[in-house]
Each structure stands twice: as structure tokens, then as C-alpha cells.
């Protein structure tokens, strides 16, 4: 075919080549690194300045859990408290079922509200002892779980690879290679 033969198609053709070949390029690397920073939500942060493995995010979102249920199972004695336990519960079924980092923060956000307040009107219940020390023990597993998820070091990891990515011209093929940026937990971005 004489259309092959001709210097302008093959430098279409060449150019064409080196075009998919840089976003392919750009698409695996720049996925490679998402997958990598998301994956962090999941197995921890490390930290090699202090040679350790922060908890993970999820494995936190995991104790929270069952702890909320057993608060709310506490509080399930108290009728008057009927609505709070129903929002615990509720929420605590949403954090069970979220599937993005997204869901789970807005989730976990939901039910640490109606943790707040349904271990404030708990607090001020006359409970039997076995109920107050099972409240206490839930309530030092939803705070101290919560605690070590707010000082996780993945939402800076996912700030130092989006700082990354918005130098030129990695921000404009970036978006023609289809790459999404990781994740928060939070509500930046």
C-alpha cells in the first residue's frame, strides 16, 4: 500500500506510538504509586525515620466496630436511649459496609457523633457495675482507636504524591493517561 510508503505517515504513525506509549508509560507509574499510598491504608504507614509500621487505618476502623456494638448493647438496656443506640447501630452498619477510603471516613465521621453522644447520656445513667465497666472498656476502644487514626501519617503520604503529581507535565498526562490521585481519609481534596 502506497499510503505506507510515504514519510508523513510514518511519522504519523511514530508519533502516534511515542503517544500512547508515554500515557501508557504515565498510567502504569502513576497508578503503580496510588495503588501503592492506598495500599497503606490497609497495612500502615511506615515510617523510616523511626524504623516503624504505623497501624493501619482500617485495622482502627476494625477495633471500632465491634466496640460500638458492644456499647450499643449496653445501651439497648436503657429505652429512653432508643434513638442514640439506633444511630450507633446505624452508623456502625455503614462503617461495616463502606467501600472506598471516602465511605469509610464519612462513615466512620457518622458513627464517632453518635458515639460522642450516646456515651454522654450513658455517663449519666446510673448503670450497674458490669455495665459500667463494659462501657468504659467499648469507650477506651472507640477513643483510643480513633486517636491512633488521627495521628497516621497516610493523608500526609497521600499530600507528597499529590505535590508530586502537579508539577509539569506530569498533571496534564496524568489526566489524559485516566489516573486518579489516592485517597484521603478526611475531607480534603
Known amino acids: 500500500m502506497a499510503i505506507f510508503k510515504r514519510r508523513s ?57 465491634p466496640a460500638a456494638l458492644g456499647l450499643v448493647s449496653v445501651a ?9 443506640t439506633d444511630a450507633l447501630r446505624s452508623a456502625q452498619h455503614e462503617l461495616a459496609d463502606a467501600g472506598t477510603i471516602p465511605e469509610k471516613y464519612a462513615a466512620n465521621e457518622k458513627m464517632q457523633a453518635a458515639y460522642v453522644k450516646l456515651n454522654a447520656a450513658l455517663a449519666q445513667r446510673e448503670l450497674k457495675d458490669n455495665e459500667k465497666a463494659s462501657a468504659a472498656s467499648y469507650a477506651g476502644t472507640l477513643d483510643g482507636a480513633q486517636s491512633v487514626i488521627g495521628k497516621s501519617a497516610y493523608n500526609s503520604q497521600v499530600e507528597a504524591l499529590r505535590n508530586k503529581l502537579r508539577g509539569f507535565p506530569v498533571n496534564i498526562l496524568k489526566n489524559l493517561a485516566f489516573v486518579q490521585y489516592p485517597d484521603y481519609f478526611g475531607a480534603e481534596g
Open 76 to 84: 439497648s438496656n436503657y429505652p429512653e436511649l432508643k434513638d442514640m
Open 9 to 65: 505517515t510514518a511519522a504519523l504513525i511514530a508519533l502516534i506510538v511515542v503517544v500512547l506509549g508515554t500515557l501508557f508509560g504515565v498510567h502504569r507509574s502513576v497508578g503503580g504509586e496510588t495503588a501503592k499510598i492506598e495500599a497503606q491504608f490497609y497495612s500502615g504507614v511506615y515510617l523510616k525515620d523511626e524504623k516503624y509500621t504505623q497501624p493501619s487505618i482500617q485495622s482502627q476502623l476494625d477495633k471500632r466496630n
